[in-house]
């Protein structure tokens, strides 16, 4: 099997949560990797264990088994005591999708829109983008998709869609507030896409980057604009969920009042994570800084929930965390809904889910609650066997 290693970045940038999805093994944000590795030399890389070996021994390599077939598991996630997790995927196109479906996802829980619109240097007409819509909602037959309305800005450029240099990209003009600021008539396309696929297949619409409860209702107005102009009474296609990603600390930290304007939220742990501890997630220096255990984001996490299940609304995450076997149990005893992992991620996910008790996963999450560091929290998981 095929795989890569880099000098740069780390475990939750775009080129290792795209390898991820793939299945590619990779290890990303090895220091000094170009110098010491010259043109043809032989290496043994392990993406489970994020090693690589420079010329490895024959003994070692004999050692190494080739991986397993992909694993598919349709059935649900139920913890030993009784508690049903979904199990859905991350998907950025059509192949993703079958891939998903081949996986035994529950559904897809994130469907990154910005497939639609790459490799162009024009924008994807409401029709086009309808036709897409269908072919991944029909390979998921009737497990519910999420689009997420399109989440670009300068720090990932579109060739149709040039925008002015931003010092600070990750802070800057992208997401819902490219949509609401700059081409609220890109975000009416995709609404009245997203309602007519929405009317004869279970799709759920989800905005990106939210920071304020404005920012919310004015994508809702957007949203009834949109409804009146493809339904034949304002009353019509109501029945589409409609929720938001949470991955601005604003709005983890306001998240009871953002709860009673949509139906579910998303957690977006990548970028929840940066922006909390200030630390930019494609820098691998920082990587131990951007800790998805750290007890801050748990607490975080735990707000957010609480927050949510307070107005009966569901919450989802959609970060690298809901792959991460070591925080599942943590997500479980917090009150998490429903993982979305990628394709290869899902048996593994599903057979963790059902040998968990939730009252077990819960003392321990509260417990982890308490402590100071990621490390403490380890030490943790390591002591309860989970």
């Known amino acids: 099997m095929l795989g890569f290693a880099t000098e740069?970045?780390?475990?939750?940038?775009?080129?290792?949560?795209?390898?991820?999805?793939?299945g590619l093994p990779a290890v990303v944000g090895i220091a000094g990797l170009v110098d010491a590795v010259e043109d043809g030399q032989a290496v043994l890389l392990d993406g489970d264990e994020g090693t690589l070996v420079i010329d490895p021994s024959a003994d070692l390599v004999a050692t190494v088994r080739p991986p397993a077939d992909a694993a598919s598991d349709a059935e649900p996630a139920i913890t030993r005591d009784g508690r049903r997790i979904e199990v859905g995927c991350n998907a950025a196109g059509v192949d993703d999708a079958r891939r998903a479906a081949a996986a035994g996802a529950d559904g897809i829980?994130?469907?990154?829109?910005?497939f639609l619109f790459l490799g162009s240097d024009r924008l994807p007409s409401e029709d086009a983008q309808v036709a897409v819509l269908e072919e991944v909602?029909?390979?998921?037959?009737?497990?519910?998709?999420?689009?997420?309305?399109?989440?670009?800005g300068a720090d990932k450029p579109l060739p149709a869609l040039p925008q002015p240099h931003e010092v600070n990209p990750a802070l800057g003009v992208r997401g819902l507030r490219l949509q609401l600021l700059r081409r609220p008539d890109l975000l009416l396309d995709q609404l009245r896409a997203a309602l007519r696929v929405s009317a004869r297949h279970p799709l759920r619409l989800m905005f990106p980057m939210v920071s304020t409860l404005d920012e919310v209702r004015q994508a809702k107005v957007l949203l009834?604009?949109?409804?009146?102009?493809?339904?034949?009474s304002p009353a019509d296609g109501t029945g589409m969920q409609?929720?938001?990603m949470i991955e601005v600390p604003a709005a983890a930290i306001a998240a009871d009042v953002l709860a009673a304007e949509v139906d579910f939220f998303s957690l977006g742990t990548n970028d929840l994570t940066q922006y909390l501890f200030a630390a930019d997630r494609t820098n691998p220096e920082l990587a131990p800084l951007a800790d998805s255990l750290h007890p801050a984001l748990l607490r975080m996490v735990d707000q957010v929930v609480k927050a949510a299940h307070?107005?009966?609304?569901w919450?989802?995450?959609c970060g690298?965390?809901?792959?991460?076997?070591?925080?599942?149990?943590?997500?479980?005893?917090?009150g998490i809904d429903e993982l979305s992992v990628h394709p290869p991620a899902v048996a593994r996910v599903k057979a963790l889910v059902r040998r968990l008790e939730v009252a077990e996963c819960t003392r321990v999450a509260r417990a982890a609650l308490e402590l100071d560091s990621g490390a403490a929290v380890r030490g943790l998981l390591e002591q309860e066997g989970l």
Not at 137 to 152: N, Y
Not at 321 to 331: F, G, T
Request: avoid cysteine; charge should be positive; hydrophobic fraction near 45%.
């Open 320 to 334: 690298e965390m809901a792959s991460d076997l070591s925080a599942v149990p943590l997500l479980v005893g917090l």
């Open 224 to 232: 009834e604009q949109a409804r009146r102009d493809v339904t034949p």
């Open 315 to 317: 919450v989802g995450v």
């Open 242 to 244: 409609v929720g938001i």
């Open 109 to 114: 829980g994130l469907l990154r829109s910005e």
């Open 8 to 22: 740069q970045g780390s475990a939750t940038a775009h080129t290792a949560i795209l390898a991820r999805a793939l």
């Open 137 to 152: 909602t029909a390979a998921m037959g009737e497990r519910p998709v999420i689009l997420r309305t399109l989440d670009v």
């Open 310 to 313: 307070r107005r009966d609304r």
